[in-house]
């Protein structure tokens, strides 16, 4: 997938650059972020998409921009943002209500595409045992069932199909402030059975700023079988963390917000925090910063069954 850069809240804006450019070229025209949703991908083969191979026609370079629109939008009167049809991954989310500064245009930015450095998105998805299976990932298409807009009077579902004919759905609700439900299903419709399991994940490519207040905390956090655990980003670089729990929640906080995911409180689920201190491969291309905090519970393995809900 194109790099790209994404910053404003209003009508999308597309900006393409011409031979030997990329998306930096554009830092002047970043002040009609106040009236348009700004969208600047590097096209491939130039600037920060330079590691990819350039189209060879003008059609597919138009078929490459055209994935980075590929999105459902998300939108209630305190928030908006949208999910990407690649991977069915949250990663544009802003609030509606509250600016960087009391006197600022600019609405704070909870969460960021995949593709930029300060990326900080929600993912989900399935593992198996079963390694012949084939499972969504960060690049699968998933396609949009009805709506094509999530809000809190109309859920959107999606649906990715794999090659042995199973069906996987993805069911999105929202309320009326700032909570998305994730309904998670499987379909077999094939003769044989295989193991399934579902799990959500909240990925930071980088180490944010951090104030080191001593009575604020900032980093990991959760609560599990009814006590709290608060992890520092040091505290991680020093240690693994795991626990497995029968009730709680899991989520990374900054000095005013935080991204949480409250699993089933019907299942009992592991959570573990996994730092990346090598150079990685984010979706289809290689960055060079550091996928720096990952987030994941995965709930208890269901076996042998045909099907999941």
């Given at each position: 997938?194109?790099?790209?850069?994404?910053?404003?809240?209003?009508?999308?804006?597309?900006?393409i650059?011409?031979?030997?450019?990329g998306?930096s070229?554009?830092?002047?025209?970043?002040?009609?972020?106040n009236?348009?949703?700004?969208?600047?991908?590097?096209?491939?083969?130039?600037?920060?998409?330079?590691?990819?191979?350039a189209p060879?026609?003008?059609?597919?370079?138009?078929?490459?921009?055209?994935e980075?629109?590929?999105?459902?939008?998300i939108?209630?009167?305190?928030?908006?943002?949208?999910?990407?049809?690649?991977g069915?991954?949250i990663?544009?989310?802003?609030?509606?209500?509250?600016?960087?500064?009391?006197?600022?245009?600019?609405?704070?930015?909870?969460?960021?595409?995949?593709?930029?450095?300060?990326?900080y998105?929600?993912e989900?998805?399935?593992?198996?045992?079963?390694?012949?299976?084939?499972?969504?990932?960060?690049?699968s298409i998933?396609?949009a069932r009805?709506n094509?807009?999530?809000t809190?009077?109309n859920?959107?579902v999606l649906?990715?199909?794999?090659?042995?004919?199973?069906?996987?759905?993805?069911?999105?609700?929202?309320d009326?402030r700032?909570?998305?439900?994730?309904?998670?299903?499987i379909?077999?419709?094939?003769?044989?059975?295989?193991?399934?399991?579902?799990?959500?994940?909240?990925?930071?490519?980088?180490?944010?700023e951090?104030?080191?207040?001593?009575?604020?905390?900032?980093?990991?956090?959760?609560?599990?079988?009814?006590?709290?655990?608060?992890?520092?980003?040091?505290?991680?670089?020093?240690?693994?963390?795991?626990?497995?729990?029968?009730?709680?929640?899991?989520?990374?906080t900054?000095?005013y917000?935080?991204?949480?995911?409250?699993?089933?409180?019907?299942k009992n689920?592991?959570?573990f925090?996994?730092?990346?201190?090598?150079?990685?491969?984010?979706?289809e291309?290689?960055?060079?910063?550091?996928?720096?905090k990952v987030?994941k519970?995965?709930t208890?393995?269901?076996?042998k069954r045909?099907?999941?809900?």
């Open positions: 997938m194109l790099s790209y850069k994404k910053i404003g809240t209003g009508y999308p804006l597309v900006l650059h011409g031979y030997l450019g998306q070229m554009w830092k002047y025209q970043e002040e009609l972020e009236d348009y949703g700004l969208i600047m991908p590097s096209l491939a083969g130039y600037g920060e998409s330079s590691h990819m191979i060879s026609t003008i059609q597919e370079n138009a078929n490459q921009v055209f980075l629109l590929d999105y459902l939008k939108e209630n009167n305190n928030i908006i943002g949208s999910i990407s049809l690649k069915a991954i990663d544009d989310l802003i609030f509606k209500k509250y600016t960087t500064e009391l006197n600022s245009n600019q609405n704070v930015i909870l969460l960021n595409p995949t593709s930029m450095e300060e990326g998105f929600v989900s998805g399935w593992s198996s045992t079963d390694k012949n299976i084939e499972l969504p990932n960060n690049s998933w396609t009805g094509n807009k999530l809190p009077n859920p959107v649906e990715w199909i794999n090659k042995q004919g199973i069906i996987f759905t993805n069911t999105y609700q929202l009326e700032y909570l998305v439900k994730l309904n998670q299903k379909e077999n419709k094939s003769d044989s059975t295989f193991d399934f399991y579902p799990y959500a994940q909240i990925i930071r490519n980088t180490k944010p951090v104030t080191n207040f001593y009575i604020l905390h900032e980093g990991m956090l959760g609560v599990f079988n009814d006590e709290l655990e608060e992890q520092d980003y040091d505290d991680i670089n020093e240690k693994k963390f795991s626990v497995n729990s029968s009730a709680g929640w899991l989520g990374i900054d000095k917000w935080i991204t949480a995911l409250v699993p089933d409180k019907n689920f592991k959570s925090i996994r730092i990346y201190n090598q150079p990685c491969k984010i979706e291309h290689y960055s060079f910063y550091k996928r720096c987030l519970y995965t208890r393995p269901l076996y045909k099907g999941y809900d």
